[in-house]
């Protein structure tokens, strides 16, 4: 762990620059006619769940390369992300994927956790992969589908392993689990297109009625890959028709990379939202395809107006749902991009809080384009990162997180203790 003493070390000495700083940047809100204190209380209120398969490095097809000192366990899992929350003082729960976490004593990860105050979020399960402990013990396979599959027998073992991942996380206190399917087609001609929805959607409801009473499903779709000619729940649409399908506390999830290239995400998310189908997200960003990468950094405006959407659906405040991370690092250490991608996340959402909602009402009412620009362009614009880096030491983290854990030297203590070669399971 980082000691709580030595990022409040590390914030001293930065004080004499984030105090000016901070009393500007309160100056500029204030004169926006906006409450600064609430902007800060806001960003401090935020939380985005860290994806337990993330914390290592990612790779592809053509290559993997580890920056060793991974965690080897799920319990080192929640060490890391535990020191990713000390920095971020965001990053309050870790989202497990089974069977890649499976951990043999629940209550002893839920104690370890617990100690490191690191909760769980959403459950993943996995029936895009073949693995004993999902196939019943191998006596099916995942190859052409798991709840869309024409063979019962495998529909049912996918049912299975969700109605596991749901009971395990019942243990460990987490309320949600996601459902992503590879299912699909490669090949047009290969799969009936409505036999394979309805018996996702079987399937889906079978997983929801398994639930306890106050935890949700998520659905999430994806319009490719490992699919390349349909998937089941391709797009939003799909998602919608699968929650509605599978029960009342069903909802959708939007992971941004899921989305063909210039789809209005933003007004996807104000949909979902309506219709109080909006369960999560997985955050993430591209450049061309689901790529993974650091939320934020490749289409930041996108990012500023999805926030703004769910400002909108809030009622002024972030809308309550499930906000997760979702990334591959290939070439970042994990951590530092967890960091990076959570300071991102916490910046835009600062950023939206700057919007003058009501004027921007006013001027939409009035048919001006031109002045509902500004209105965006000015919050856009708006140096947030004293608002941003003051929510952290409120939280009693680090005023500049990554500086931080480059000076602690984390990664490198990591190595010593787990060697250059451990390898995370995960992607
Ligand atoms: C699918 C996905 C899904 C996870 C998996 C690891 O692309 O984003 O959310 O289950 O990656």
């Known amino acids: 762990m980082i000691a709580a003493d030595r990022i409040a070390e590390e914030n001293e000495l930065r004080l004499a620059w984030h105090e000016p700083d901070l009393h500007h940047a309160f100056d500029v809100i204030t004169r926006y006619g906006l409450d600064p204190d609430a902007i800060v209380a806001e960003v401090a209120r935020f939380s985005a769940a860290a994806p337990s398969w993330a914390v290592g490095t990612g790779g592809t097809r053509f290559g ?5 000192g991974e965690p080897r366990t799920t319990e080192e899992k929640v060490d ?4 990713l929350n000390a920095l971020t003082g965001a990053n309050r729960t870790i989202s497990l994927h089974v069977p890649w976490d499976d951990p043999a004593d629940p209550a002893a990860l839920r104690q370890h956790a617990l100690e490191r105050g690191i909760g769980f979020d959403a459950m993943n399960s996995n029936t895009f992969q073949d693995n004993p402990s999902t196939t019943n013990g191998g006596a099916v396979s995942y190859k052409f589908g798991s709840l869309c599959h024409t ?17 395990l996380g019942v243990k460990l206190g987490s309320t949600a689990i996601t459902v992503w399917l590879a299912d699909g087609t490669n090949h047009p001609g290969q799969g009936n297109f409505r036999g394979q929805f309805e018996r996702v959607a079987d399937g889906l409801r079978l997983i929801h009625d398994h639930m306890p009473g106050d935890w949700h499903l998520y659905t999430e779709h994806k319009p490719y890959e490992p699919a390349f000619y349909s998937s089941v729940n391709n797009d939003w649409g799909s998602s919608l028709l699968l929650s509605q399908a599978a029960g009342d506390r069903a909802k959708c999830l939007v992971h941004l990379g899921h989305h063909l290239p210039n789809c209005n995400i933003e007004q996807v998310v104000s949909r979902l939202a309506m219709v109080g189908r909006l369960g999560g997200f997985h955050f993430n960003d591209s450049k061309y395809g689901d790529d993974d990468l ?8 996108q990012l500023f107006l999805i926030f703004l959407e769910l400002i909108e659906a809030g009622g002024g405040s972030l809308l309550d749902a499930a906000y997760m991370i979702d990334e591959s690092h290939n070439v970042k250490d994990p951590l530092e991009d967890l960091i990076q991608a959570t300071d991102n996340l916490q910046h835009t959402l600062a950023l939206a809080l700057c919007v003058d909602r009501d004027a921007l009402a006013e001027a939409q009412a009035r048919n001006d384009p031109a002045h509902c620009a500004e209105i965006l362009q000015r919050a856009f ?15 009693g983290a680090a005023l500049e997180p990554l500086a931080v854990y480059r000076a602690v030297g984390y990664r490198r203590q990591k190595i010593n203790e787990r060697g250059r070669a451990a390898v995370a399971t995960g992607l």
């Open 80 to 83: 890391d992300v535990a020191v």
């Open 151 to 167: 063979d019962a027998a495998v529909r049912q073992a996918a049912i299975d392993h969700n109605r596991r991942v749901i009971d």
């Open 381 to 395: 614009r708006t140096d947030v990162r004293p608002l941003v880096a003051e929510a952290r030491r409120r939280n």
């Open 294 to 301: 650091t939320v934020g950094s490749i289409t930041p405006y």
């Open 64 to 68: 993997r390369f580890p920056i060793g």
